[in-house]
């Protein structure tokens, strides 16, 4: 049985700081990747990894965000940093055993789903 546990959310203020962990288990995940959600939008696409290495960010948190997977440890990170208001949101970890040729950030790409971390950006 496939499980992806999130963690690391929490409450920081503008331009802080959050690392993100999500670890999976029952298979190992080629293509991890980091989605958000707020109420009343739809989820959104953060960062994604595929096996080679190659990785995609979103406009809104390029630079800001670094993605990293341990492959050892089927566990992908989320480094967040100079944190706003508008990146709070819950923070939903997605995977897929598949070998994606690009990092996908449609959420329809993937198989497997976190419960979710909620993250919270004060001014």
């Not at 690392?19 to 739809?42: D, H, I, N």
């Not at 953060?46 to 948190?61: D, E, F």
């Not at 944190?83 to 709070?88: A, C, G, H, R």
């Amino acid at each position: 049985q496939v499980q992806l546990v999130e963690s690391g959310g929490g409450s920081v203020q503008d331009g802080g700081s959050l690392r993100l962990s999500c670890v999976g288990s029952g298979y190992y995940m080629e293509t991890m990747a980091w989605f958000r959600q707020t109420p009343g939008k739809e989820r959104e696409g953060v960062a994604a990894i595929v096996g080679s290495g190659r990785i995609n960010y979103a406009p809104s948190v390029q630079g800001r965000f670094t993605l990293s997977k341990d492959n050892s440890k089927n566990t992908l990170h989320l480094e967040m940093t100079s944190l706003k208001p508008e990146d709070s949101a819950w923070y939903y970890c997605a995977a897929d055993r598949a070998q994606f040729l690009s990092p996908s950030l449609n959420d329809d790409d993937y198989r497997y789903w976190g419960q979710g971390t909620r993250v919270t950006v004060s001014s």
